[in-house]
């Protein structure tokens, strides 16, 4: 079965930084672009970053450009995101994401999703 | 910064015909995906590039893009399609998502 299990998530202060965790299974991971897209509570989709399938093509949302880091250790089969400086507005449930038709990042669907793991930024 | 434009609702009685709308410039020249959402669910491939359906995706479900304007079609409604709709393309290597559209079976 093809899955996404991301974990981290939790309450953290402004400022703080966190790193978020995306398990892959069930498909060959190193053959597809992998992405991150968060969902705030009770809004829309928002595209955070992506990444080809040998880390060589990273794309950010303007939003996190400078404060989010994504990156993947294929030998692992695990997808990965760093947040530092966090803020209010970043509070959301971050899904782990499959592209659909292979190892570029971009121009792609998001055919598998992960449940999302909740990230809390709050005083 | 390129913006998805879709109805933020849509309602439409069972065994009918509903159709979402996503306009954006020059969207036509760029591939439309589109996901379904139930709450409390992730979010479903149900077309990409434009009109293709993944596996599993029942064949009430199309898509077309052209111009300014993709749209996604839901022929022969079921109470099942009930969800929040969204659109997505690529703009300078930045995806995008419309703002989501809720279809209300009637």
């Known amino acids: 079965e093809v899955q996404l299990v991301e974990r981290g998530g939790g309450l953290v202060q402004p400022g703080r930084s966190l790193r978020l965790s995306c398990a892959a299974s069930g498909f060959t991971f190193d053959d597809y672009g992998m992405h991150w897209v968060r969902q705030a509570p009770g809004k829309g989709l928002e595209w955070v970053s992506g990444i080809s399938w040998n880390s060589g093509i990273t794309d950010y949302a303007d939003s996190v450009k400078g404060r989010f880091t994504i990156s993947r250790d294929n030998a692992k089969n695990s997808l990965y995101l760093h947040m530092n400086s966090l803020r209010p507005e970043d509070t959301a449930l971050y899904h782990c994401?499959?592209?659909?038709?292979?190892?570029?990042?971009?121009?792609?669907?998001?055919?598998?999703w992960g449940q999302g793991t909740m990230v809390t930024v709050s005083s | 910064s390129y913006e998805l434009t879709q109805p933020p609702s849509v309602s439409v009685s069972p065994g009918q015909t509903a159709s979402i709308t996503c306009s954006g410039d020059?969207?036509?020249?760029?591939?439309a995906s589109w996901y379904q959402q139930k709450p409390g669910h992730s979010p479903v491939l149900v077309i990409y590039k434009d009109s293709k359906r993944p596996s599993g995706i029942p064949e009430r479900f199309s898509g077309s893009n052209s111009g300014n304007t993709a749209t996604l079609t839901i022929s022969g409604t079921q109470a099942i399609d009930e969800a929040d709709y969204y659109c997505?393309?690529?703009?300078?290597?930045?995806?995008?998502f419309g703002g989501g559209t809720k279809v209300t079976v009637l």
């Open positions: 997505q393309a690529w703009d300078s290597n930045t995806a995008v």
């Open positions: 994401t499959k592209g659909k038709e292979g190892a570029a990042v971009r121009n792609d669907a998001f055919d598998i």
């Open positions: 020059k969207l036509g020249d760029k591939y």
